[in-house]
């Protein structure tokens, strides 16, 4: 089975992520990481960029592309009218398949008029739009800026964009489901939903609830063309995470919700 993984982080060198990827099992390098991608099948992943908006900052291995990322590290010390011309330069480039927006951790409505002109690249691009929607690493950000009804707002007022809801917006799920559901420019990654090294089984049989839960508003959506594979890798185990997808999607749907999804919202064919 083909896979694509629509959401990773890409940060080899990083203490931080250095231990991050062991917990889970695994090295923070590109040999380690090919190794896994040659491993499991998984043919390309996407990386969502993120401290830096200098097309020169983003150079990855010839499997990876990349969203450019527009995260607390940049706002906090620029407004986006300054970082217009650089994403521009991002966009033009083929590796860079779309945006990320970090608004938990910026501290700002995505539906805020700031946004208005990267809303305007990603149409004019025909790239789209990825947002971190639910909760957030640590306790420094800010939950009612990533609540994924404020997605709903945004998407509604710009059909022509394309957005990504990153983790399903967990764990607000149902509000996250309606969202999905109700608007065509809306798709979902399904990354960020475990940590670490786990045993899914036993894991499934403790939190039963949580993933009974997570499945029913999956299906609720009745949209599997809008979900795909993503992991947000070092964070999680590649092996642990496929087989909670395989168990979350149905066999029928699988080769849609692990590579063509992503093949068609981030333009990877």
Partial sequence: MKIID????FCPGYAHFDEIARMAGHENTEAHLKAQYEKYGISRGIVMGNREIEPQKHIYPEFLNYCIGIDRSYMSGHSLTDAYDMVE???????????????????????????????ELAESYKKPVAVHMGQTAGSRAYLKYSHPLTLDETAASHPGVRFVMCHFGNPWLMDAAAVTEKNENVAVDLSGLLEGKIHFPDLLETQRG???????????????EKFMFGTDWPLANYGDYIEMVQWLIPETYHEQVFSRSAEEWYGLK
């Avoid at 779309?98 to 409505?109: D, E, F, Q, S, V």
């Avoid at 839960?213 to 959506?221: E, N």
């Fill in 6 to 9: 629509a959401h990773l982080h």
């Fill in 89 to 119: 330069m991002n966009l033009k480039r083929r590796e860079c398949v779309g945006i990320k927006l970090y608004p938990g951790y910026n501290r700002t409505y995505i539906y805020d008029k700031q946004y208005e002109p990267v809303y």
């Fill in 210 to 224: 949580y993933f009974d839960t997570l499945h029913t508003w999956i299906s609720y959506c009745s949209c599997y």
